[in-house]
């Protein structure tokens, strides 16, 4: 990786931006590639046409509340090439139910053997219903390490930002969880793969495919108590696969938290937060942006401009003045914008 300049920050080799009808091959070979990393997503050329169908007539106001959402693609400006996705559902588990586990305490006591225990269980819950969600967030391999991953999550809190209404009160987001050096699920292999005909991967080829209930079918009614598990099942529970892992500052920093609820798959932490205090939304504002030269006092931004298919988020620095944003032209480029326009800026060290 070059080194960066004085003025540069991470991800200022990319832009995010919505996807549009002429992604919906550059999208599919980022779920091929992903290889069930992207489990919400049927692993079909139309599945990904759909997708982005469906984000174009969120874009246009004629989804349901149970459809609207929207996907986003990091493309790479030197190559022109698409180098990652997030998608941002505005309501979850309004048309299927939306199943995760909750992590609580049971009692077990009794006074006459003077016997008493506290036991770690979880349970079948439909508790985030209604919650907006980042899901899908993907890099390509050879361009992790890069700042894509900073940007991405940045640029869905910024499109929250100038669409608050569609969002709920509440964001979520999945993290992958604990897997072996063989890529399975200690936590699957103890409790999932005792209920399903299908491996993990199968069971997450069904709920991409549209059918999820079989999940409430066919899991186990009762809470599940912890220490009935494997050691090893029990020691990824709240957990995170190690490729995500560096992600999760990152999100703690914008104000996500671990809340006790898990993924039903694998038991990978599910973060939430408060929408209107994630720091994208809470702390960015609208400026005017006039073209001018990268200085030494510049500050770093995250920038978002246009609206609709227009709409760009990219990083860059520059000097601000009241209400004017100086940008070098470069910057301006990247975001479609020319001088006199308004972009959403965030200070890169707000938190």
Known sequence: MPELTPHSMPGERFVVRVANAG??????????????????????????????????????????????SYLLLLENTARGEVAGCVQLVCSIGLDQPFYDYRLGKIVHSSSRLKSWRCHDVLYLCNDLTGCSELHSLYVRRDTRGQGGA?????????????????????????????????????????????FFKVDQRGAERLVAQGRKAFIAELMPKHPVYLSLLPDNAQATVGGIHPVVAGLVPLLEQDGFHFENHVDIFDAGMVLEAHTRTLNGVANSRELVVEAGEATAGAQSWWLAGGEGEGFRVAAGAGALAGECLSLPSEALRRLGMTAGGKVRALAATAA
């Not at 992903?34 to 692993?43: K, V, Y």
């Not at 079909?44 to 509340?65: K, N, Y």
């Not at 499109?159 to 699957?188: K, L, N």
Request: charged residues 30%.
């Open 23 to 68: 992604d919906v091959d550059a999208f599919h070979a980022l779920v091929i590639e992903a290889d069930g990393a992207l489990e919400r997503h049927a692993e079909s050329i139309d599945a990904s046409r759909a997708t982005i169908a469906r984000s174009l007539r969120s874009l246009a106001g004629e989804a349901s509340d149970a459809e609207r």
């Open 150 to 194: 900073a940007l991405l999550t940045k640029a869905a809190q910024l499109f929250i930002a100038t669409r608050p209404a569609e969002f709920a009160p509440r964001t979520i987001i999945e993290m992958h969880g604990v897997r072996d050096p063989d890529d399975t699920s200690p936590f699957w292999e103890a409790v999932g793969r005792h």
